[in-house]
C-alpha cells in the first residue's frame, strides 16, 4: 500500500498508492523538544514505524509535498470510473440486512427514500467506533436486555457489540515562552498572507507543517514497551473550556496513554437512526490508568527543565505551579 519516500526496508514499502512522508516543516520548539528529551536519556528514533517505537523524533505523516494524502487520493481516484464501482454520497446506513442469519446487504435513506443493496458476497462494516455498533444494534445485532429495551427486535443476539470501548486519552502541561518559537499568530494577519504565498509559490513553510510535529514514546516504569505517546505542540493549546488562559506564545506536551486498561460502551439512546448513539467512555475507571498519566504529566514537566527548551519557558500555564 505505501510509497515512503524516506524509507525503503524491511519495515516500509516505496511503490504504492498511499504517500508518506516526514514533516513539511520543523519549528524551533519542535528542535529544542527533540534535543531536551535526549537530555533526559531517550535515544533519536527516525522511523517510530520501524524496529522499535521507544524514543523521541519527527513523525510521518499521510502527505504528498505538503498536503494531505487520503484514501480516496490514494485508492479510489484510480477506479472511480469503473463500471463495477459506484459511490453514494449524502446518505445515511439505517441498518444491515439479514436473512436466515446471513447478511445479504443495506437499507439507506437519501431525500427521505430507503434504499435497499442487496450482494453477493459481502458486507464490510467501516462506519468508525461509535456508529458501527449504533447501526448493528439498529439491525438487531447485538446485545438482547438492550435492544429490547429500546424497542428493537433481536435477530442475532451478540454481547460484544457496543462493548470493550478504549480510547488513548491525554493530559496536558501548557507553558508560556520568551519568544516567538512555534506557530502562535501564524494563520493571522500578514504572517497568513507571507505563509500562504511562501506555500503556493515554493511549497515550503508553515503551511506544509501538519502542526505537532514530533513526539516521544515512551514508559514512566522504564519498559522498552512504551505506555506513553509524549506529543509537542509548538503553541498553547486549549481545550474549549478553558477561559482564564490566554492564547499566547508558548508549547503544549500531551502525555497521551497508549494501552489503557479502563474499557467503555457505545449505547442505543433510541430505535430511531437520527439519534446519536450514547457513549460512555468510562476514563480512568481503572486505577493503574490514572497513576500512568501522572506519571506522563510528570515527565513532560521534565522535558520543560531540560536545556535548551528551559531556557524558552517562562512560565508553567496548565496546570500550573500549584
Keep these: 500500500m505505501e510509497y515512503n519516500h524516506q524509507f525503503n526496508d524491511q519495515w516500509h514499502g516505496i511503490g504504492g498508492p498511499l504517500h508518506v512522508s516526514g514533516a513539511g516543516s520543523t519549528c524551533q520548539l519542535t528542535e529544542d523538544y527533540i534535543l531536551a528529551v535526549q537530555g533526559l536519556g531517550l535515544p533519536l528514533n527516525r522511523d517510530f514505524n520501524g524496529a522499535q517505537q521507544r524514543g523521541v523524533g519527527t513523525m510521518q505523516y499521510t502527505t504528498l509535498k505538503g498536503r494531505r494524502w487520503n484514501a480516496v487520493d490514494g485508492f479510489l481516484s484510480e477506479i472511480k470510473n469503473n463500471s463495477n464501482f459506484t459511490v453514494e454520497t449524502s446518505c445515511t446506513v439505517t441498518r444491515v440486512i439479514l436473512e436466515n442469519e446471513r447478511c445479504v446487504g443495506v437499507a439507506y435513506a437519501k431525500n427521505g427514500n430507503e434504499t435497499i443493496v442487496r450482494c453477493e458476497r459481502e458486507v464490510l462494516m467501516a462506519a468508525g467506533t461509535y456508529n458501527t455498533p ?6 438487531g ?40 518559537f512555534g506557530y502562535y499568530g501564524e494563520d493571522k494577519g500578514w504572517n497568513a498572507i507571507r505563509n500562504g504565498l511562501q506555500y503556493l509559490l515554493f511549497g515550503t513553510g508553515p503551511v506544509t507543517s501538519v502542526g505537532v510535529e514530533a513526539c516521544t514514546y515512551m514508559d514512566p516504569d522504564g519498559s522498552d514497551r512504551p505506555s506513553i505517546k509524549l506529543y509537542c505542540v509548538p503553541s498553547v493549546y486549549l481545550d474549549g473550556d478553558i477561559k482564564d488562559v490566554k492564547r499566547q506564545d508558548g508549547v503544549t506536551l500531551n502525555a497521551c496513554l497508549l494501552r489503557p486498561k479502563s474499557r467503555g460502551t457505545v449505547r442505543l439512546r433510541s430505535g430511531n437512526i437520527q439519534d446519536m448513539p450514547i457513549i460512555d467512555n468510562n476514563y480512568l475507571a481503572e486505577p493503574d490508568d490514572l497513576a500512568m498519566e501522572i506519571k506522563g504529566l510528570r515527565f513532560a514537566r521534565e522535558v520543560l527543565k531540560q536545556q535548551p527548551l528551559s531556557g524558552r519557558i517562562t512560565a508553567e500555564l496548565i496546570p500550573g505551579k500549584d
Design 134 to 139: 449504533k447501526i448493528l444494534m439498529l439491525s
Design 141 to 180: 445485532i447485538g446485545p438482547a436486555a438492550h435492544l429490547q429495551s429500546v424497542g428493537i427486535k433481536t435477530l442475532h443476539e451478540l454481547d460484544g457489540v457496543g462493548e470493550n470501548l478504549q480510547d488513548h486519552h491525554e493530559v496536558p502541561v501548557v507553558a508560556a515562552t520568551n519568544g516567538h
